[in-house]
């Protein structure tokens, strides 16, 4: 493997091999559940799902090989100032290569560019590598969710000033 990394928006094409790819990490790290990303229907919808002008969705390729994403989606409640941090995984071969700096750094970069103040995410106590990765971004943890998503058995809630 030459890590020819390429990260660009995502296209129809990307969709079963992003869907893989998402529900393979949820597996890894036992968040293959009722309330998760796993059985959320846009899983196997993103390039549909993120096509508003406030939403953006960038995949991470590897020597051409679809290995993760994450977006930018605005927060399923009445905070039009405020945007979360969406469905952002990679495959285990593709971390470490820093994917995931360059990828938070598009989607904060564009959040910023469309009007958002603050970014909000969720994710699970057992991803603590994830965790660790978006306390040094600058995200804070909350107490509680900022919103009622579909994704209820998130139990960690992170904010971040843009």
């Known amino acids: 493997m030459t890590n020819k990394i390429e ?11 992003l869907a893989k790819v998402i529900r393979n990490v949820l597996t890894e790290f036992g968040a293959n ?3 998760t990303a796993f059985y959320d229907t846009e899983t196997d919808a993103m390039s549909e799902a993120y096509l508003s002008e406030k939403a953006v969705y960038y995949v991470a390729l590897v020597d051409g090989k679809l290995v993760g994403g994450g977006g930018i989606s605005p927060i399923k409640n009445d905070d039009t100032d405020t945007c979360e941090l969406v469905k952002m995984y ?5 971390r470490g290569l820093q994917i995931g700096k360059t990828i938070i750094l598009k989607c904060l970069s564009f959040a910023k560019e469309v009007g ?8 699970f106590p057992s991803m603590t590598r994830a ?3 978006y306390k040094k971004n600058e995200f804070k943890i909350l107490d509680k969710p900022m919103s009622q998503s579909c994704h209820y058995s998130c139990s960690v809630w992170m904010l971040k000033a843009l």
Not at 7 to 17: S, Y
Not at 90 to 94: H, N, Y
Request: hydrophobic share 40%.
């Open 116 to 123: 958002y103040k603050n970014c909000y995410l969720e994710t």
């Open 33 to 35: 559940i009722k309330g």
């Open 131 to 133: 965790i660790a990765f």
């Open 90 to 94: 990679l495959s285990p071969d593709a």
């Open 7 to 17: 990260i660009r928006l995502v296209k129809k094409e990307d969709n079963v091999a």
